[in-house]
């Protein structure tokens, strides 16, 4: 299996589905002869040509608007989105049409789309470069929302996306774009939307993550088996909606402790979805109350002050060590 960064891996998906199926499409901006402002789209254009990667106008609208009525007559188009922060200009036509469309026809038209845009800070980028807005989408139905951790799942998840029938925002850790490589094999891999990954087992302690905090909370944990002698459970959610919640309940139920970590805000952050699904599951189990170490209700900081912002490790293990006190 080739050692790959998650841009080549999500570039391997689109050429891959692209190559299978040609209503696959690639719209946005810059995406066509500049490969997209991180080149996830390099070099797409020379195989598949102007018609199926195309350069769109600065309006993403525009985009959105465009792409529903392809979805709606059978394309599936994958839009580019440079920045997930520029994706409030296409809120309103996804919730207003392509997450209802399905529904108000009674099934007579899919909107097989998908969103992909960078997220996440860390990358000393500016204002509306670095938030992470993911409940936005997680919290209208008819849409589903993905986030990938590594190359690998990236490239599986992508492809679930572009054949999912409905619409999916797939936000993409541009902290985690060229972070470290991972073996992702050659053939067809794909992962089912909507389902965590036990990605290490434990005993002590169940922490929940996903996307750019996935590095974190694994070096986290290490240290505090090496420190400390804990034995944690840690789980990558992938998919911030929807999500099966049965594999973390029972996680709970065994440990008896729980730490979600995500870059999101605080108040009404996927977080506290995640605390309410272990609440009416899990409580009579729970050792201690429920921790969470997330970004702040704030503004996203300039790149001055985003590791202030920033969970870390340190935060981390402060939140693993005050659940194991009790």
Known sequence: ??????????????????????????????????????????????????????????????????????????????????FSGFSYYIFHQLEAHASRLRHRSRGRFHVPLVVRAPYGGGVRALEHHSESREIYYAHTPGVKMVIPSGPRNARALLISAIRDPDPVVFFEPKALYRAFREEVPEEEEVMEIGVPQKVREGSDVTIISYGAMMPVTLEAVEELQESDQVDAEVFDLLTISPFDDTAIAESVQKTGRAVIVHEAPRSFGPAAEIIARLIEKSFYYLEAPIERVTGYDIVYPLFARENAYMPDVERVKQAVRKTLAV
């Open 1 to 82: 299996m080739a050692k790959m960064t998650m841009v080549q891996a999500l570039n391997l998906a689109m050429q891959q589905e692209m190559e299978k199926d040609d209503r696959v499409i690639i719209m946005g901006e810059d995406v066509a002869v500049d490969g997209g402002v991180f080149r996830v789209t390099d070099k797409l254009i020379t195989q598949f040509g102007e018609e199926r990667v195309i350069d769109t106008p600065l309006a993403e609208s525009g985009i959105i608007g465009t792409a529903i009525g392809m979805a709606a007559y059978g394309l599936h188009p994958i839009l580019e989105i440079q």
